[in-house]
């Protein structure tokens, strides 16, 4: 609850609502109340920044610094506006001016969300729906950065080999953050200074130095440590924000030459637009990299308007930069979806000059469409402006005409990817096809399981956790990722499987062997991390394969079963697993019978997408068995050496005598490139079983 003098403050401090800008703005000229706060030559720099981002993107593959250039220009409009309705004496309504902002930004991304969903629909594999109707929920509502931050630590996510028609979301997540954190700064600032009689400007400086500073030293440190995740985080970039409000407020006190203007000018186009070019945008920044692009706009904006026949404002201020300008907003969100989309239908990873050339013309006619007949009807509307309930209604009117379908597209969509698959071995038999003398008995027509929406999703574990004897006694990642399949009264034996994602998918056909043999079958893996006695490269997998080893002595498993080889994708380059024949050899001494899985072939492409979208059969979805696995197992040397340890080997019953399709015997083989699906690995139980009875002798 505010305070009496907080409610008196905020009704003084100012009536009419900020505009913003940048690519989350479609209106982002100042009112032309105050002296100078029309400035033409900030379309031009809006329309540079977009042409930037959108043709780096189509033609380069890069990125440009365009959207540093957005974050900033949006900072220093919504201050130059939050300063003058302040210094006027005029009032303002957080909620009003909240609603305000994000009624001249919805209707334009609601628009793209609804038009990108029917699209995909049609366009997209199954395999990645819920990908993108979770990536739409999450840019309707602003927080698309944080969903990409969360998918780059999820190692068990659905492959992303194609980028999501909402990627370029995450700019306008961060700048919608912004817009309500910042009038929320410059309000209390604001009571502050009517309360003691301060000068706002010195409020707000020292304040957003404070920002900016902080932000800046986390985004260098964040950057250098963990860039993906500092590329769309919000403090990490909060800097570049607090640089065009600190811009805007010791403005006039910048008073330079028109000569020193008029080379400030030239020589911040000329830094933006090389940026890209010049420096490793997408992999150096936020860090002191964006300096570069940020500072560029920075001199533009101080040289302002020169009115020199030489200055770059002029140029900036053209109609035609100014026309493109009032696009930008729209032109940035319809780009990303067309070209991703476009390079979906034309199954190619990059544009070329002709495709993108169509996909610049096409983006840029639905923003121009979208500008004139969706956004400026829409802000134009009077009946939202009269009350206040009118503009609750609208937005939430907005937010429900993409909300309602994407939540029933993601409510359908998880009811089929949780619908059980069932699997029969007469209709789709799977690796057991592939068995010696298999005979298909005569079977009608069936459909290839599992179903597409559940292809991402169709992993195995074990359900339920380590307790008692077989809790770990250290490691919190080691004890939370524990699993255990308990036998029924006493165990015959104790077996414990460890190492990464390819070691825990071949649990849907270990557990059927623990079952019929009342084995208490453990799992404890950790995706990327194969498990070895030797430094693996990884401090994380090192420091999980310490307290593992730990748990190994405490459990004294009778047998251990893990990866022995890696593949390589596209190759048949095969490795042994990282320190597998010294981990093999330290489990031996302790008396540990070891199983060394062969990895099944790996590919640089999603197969079961391909697979999908071009045909089962397709030659571009099925891998020739000679060019991804040898024909001799790396560890072929090591049978004779390591006693206490069997490798078993299931290629024959994952590929082909010459190759290795997407789908065997009606069967999906794999979820993404690499991954086997969990349906299928369960057809492996039978070929398994038989391997390891014959081997295996306890």
Known sequence: ???????????????????????????????????????????GLRALAVLMVVTYHVWFGRVSGGVDAFLLISAFLMTLQFTRRFERGQRVSLPKHYLHVFQRLLPAAVLVIVVVLLAVRFLVPATRWADIIGQGLASLFYVENWALQAQSVDYYAPDHSLASPFQHFWSLSIQGQIFILWPLIFVLCGILARKFGWNYRAVLIPVFSVVFVASFIFSVQYTASHQALAYFDTFARMWEFALGTLLALVLPYLN????????????????????????????????????????????????????????????????????????????????????????????????????????IVFSLAAAVLTTRFVEKPLRSWNWVERRTSNAVVATVTLVMCAAVPLTAWRVDYKAKSMTPVSVSTVTNPGATSLEPGYVPEEQSASAVVPQPERVGSDWSTLEGGCEGAFSPSQGDEVIRNCALQPAE????????????????????????????????????????????????????????????????????????????????????????????????????????????????????????ECALVKGVDNPACVMQRDQVLPAVPVYAPLEPVLKNTTFIDLSDYICLPTTCPPVVGKVRVFLDSNHLTETFVDTLAAPFASEFTRLIKW
């Open 489 to 608: 009264g006493t165990a015959s034996k104790t077996v414990l499987v460890v190492g990464h994602s390819h070691a825990q998918q071949m649990l849907a056909a270990i557990k059927p062997l623990a079952a019929q043999q009342n084995w208490n079958l453990i799992a404890d893996v950790k995706g990327g991390c194969p498990y070895s006695v030797e430094p693996t490269g990884n401090e994380e997998c090192d420091a999980f394969n310490a307290d593992l080893r730990q748990y190994i002595k405490q459990l004294k498993p009778d047998l251990v079963i893990t990866m022995a080889t890696q593949s390589t994708p596209d190759s048949p380059d095969e490795q042994l697993s990282t320190g597998f024949e010294s981990t093999a050899r330290d489990l031996g001494e302790q008396g540990i019978k070891v199983v060394g899985l062969r990895d099944n072939p790996r590919s640089s492409k999603n197969l079961a």
């Open 1 to 43: 609850m505010l305070t009496a003098t907080m409610k008196n403050a905020l009704t003084r401090l100012s009536g009419g609502t900020a505009r913003t800008a940048g690519p989350s703005s479609p209106d982002a000229t100042p009112s032309a109340g105050a002296a100078r706060s029309f400035r033409p030559e900030i379309q």
């Open 256 to 359: 330079f030459p028109r000569t020193v203007r008029i080379v400030l000018g030239w020589a911040g186009v000329a830094a933006m637009l090389s940026c890209g070019f010049i420096l490793d945008v997408q992999g150096a920044f936020p860090g002191y990299v964006a300096l570069w692009p940020t500072l560029a706009v920075s001199a533009v904006l101080v040289a302002g308007a020169t009115e020199s026949r030489v200055g770059v404002d002029r140029i900036l201020s053209s109609k035609t930069l100014a026309r493109l300008g009032g696009n930008s907003y729209a032109l940035y969100l319809w780009h990303w979806p067309v070209l991703t989309l476009a390079l979906v239908v034309a199954d190619r990873e990059s544009a070329g000059f002709l495709l993108g050339l169509g996909i």
